[in-house]
């Protein structure tokens, strides 16, 4: 039960983070993290590529100010 509400957690955040990223990008993002998913990656080395994401999206929002 525990890993399903983290499941749906982090798509959640991935529904948030796809707004800031472009499309193309977040598609390429995302389809990577489903394969991991499925292969049962654990939950905290797909958390850590969501940290990634986030940064991403943070250090090219810094360059284009």
Same mark, same amino acid.
């Given at each position: 039960?525990?890993?399903?509400? *983290? ?52 250090? *090219? ?5």
């Amino acid at each position: 039960m525990k890993n399903v509400k *983290t499941e749906e957690r982090i798509f959640w955040k991935l529904e948030e983070i796809q707004k800031f990223l472009p499309e193309k990008s977040f598609d390429i993002i995302f389809k990577n993290l489903e394969w991991k998913r499925n292969k049962r990656i654990s939950g905290d080395k797909i958390k850590e590529e969501i940290f990634k994401i986030v940064k991403y999206k943070i250090l *090219t929002e810094k360059k284009k100010k």
